[in-house]
T-cell receptor
C-alpha cells in the first residue's frame, strides 16, 4: 500500500511569489492535514480537510489556503510569500471510517519550501 | 488551548541501554489521545506508540513503552535496548476533540555505539 506522497520535494521561491504544494493521501483516507515545521517553532497545525471541506484551521494568516479534490488529494497554497514561510510542510492523512478511535495520522515526506 | 512541552531538546544513550524521553501537556479535555512520533533524518514521521487517556494501562510496543500519569499530565517514552536505528527526533503529540495534533518541540535522540 502506497503511503502519503507529496510534491515537489523542494521548492524555491522569492518573496511575494505564490507557492503550491500537493499531497496525495493513502488510498481510502478521506482526511488530509497540513502542518508547518519551521526551525525553532516546531510542528504547527495549518489546515484539516475532510470529504472536500475545510474542517479546521490553525493560527495562520489567510494567505495560507488550500483545497481538497474529489479524489481526496489536497493542495496547499501560500500567497505573498514571506521569508518566515521557509519551512518543511508536512501532509498527513487519516481514515475517518476506520474503527481506530485515535485517528492515527500518517505523514508524507514533506515539501521543503525556501523563500529567498 | 492545549500545549505540549518536551523539556529535553537533546538526549543521548549508549547502544543497548535504556533511555526515557519526557513530555508534559496541558488540557482541560477529559477525552484525548497522546502519541509519540519519530522523525529520522530522512524526515518521514512515523508513529511509535499511542495512548488513550481513558486507559489506565500504559501502552507498550516491543522495546517502546510509555509512563502515562494522567493526573500529573505526564507522558514519557521509554526506549529499551536502544539501537542505532532509534536515532531520530522524537515528538510528543496530543489530539483532543479538534482532530488536530498539537506537538511538542521535539527531542533529538543520539544513540552512541
Amino acid at each position: 500500500e502506497a503511503g502519503v506522497t507529496q510534491s515537489p520535494t523542494h521548492l524555491i521561491k522569492t518573496r511575494g511569489q505564490q507557492a503550491t504544494l500537493r499531497c496525495s493521501p493513502i488510498s481510502g483516507h478521506t482526511s488530509v492535514y497540513w502542518y508547518q515545521q519551521a526551525l525553532g517553532l516546531g510542528l504547527q497545525f495549518l489546515l484539516w480537510y475532510d470529504e472536500g471541506e475545510e474542517r479546521n484551521r490553525g493560527n495562520f494568516p489567510p494567505r495560507f489556503s488550500g483545497r481538497q479534490f474529489p479524489n481526496y488529494s489536497s493542495e496547499l497554497n501560500v500567497n505573498a510569500l514571506e521569508l518566515e514561510d521557509s519551512a518543511l510542510y508536512l501532509c498527513a492523512s487519516s481514515d475517518k471510517r476506520t474503527s481506530d478511535p485515535s485517528g492515527e495520522q500518517f505523514f508524507g515526506p514533506g515539501t521543503r519550501l525556501t523563500v529567498l | 488551548a492545549q500545549t505540549v512541552t518536551q523539556s529535553q531538546p537533546e538526549m543521548s544513550v549508549q547502544e543497548a541501554e535504556t533511555v526515557t524521553l519526557s513530555c508534559t501537556y496541558d488540557t482541560s479535555e477529559s477525552d484525548y489521545y497522546l502519541f509519540w512520533y519519530k522523525q529520522p533524518p530522512s524526515r518521514q514521521m512515523i508513529l511509535v506508540i499511542r495512548q488513550e487517556a481513558y486507559k489506565q494501562q500504559n501502552a507498550t510496543e516491543n522495546r517502546f513503552s510509555v509512563n502515562f500519569q494522567k493526573a500529573a499530565k505526564s507522558f514519557s517514552l521509554k526506549i529499551s535496548d536502544s539501537q542505532l536505528g532509534d536515532a531520530a527526533m522524537y515528538f510528543c503529540a496530543y489530539k483532543g476533540g479538534s482532530e488536530k495534533l498539537v506537538f511538542g518541540k521535539g527531542t533529538k535522540l543520539t544513540v552512541n555505539p
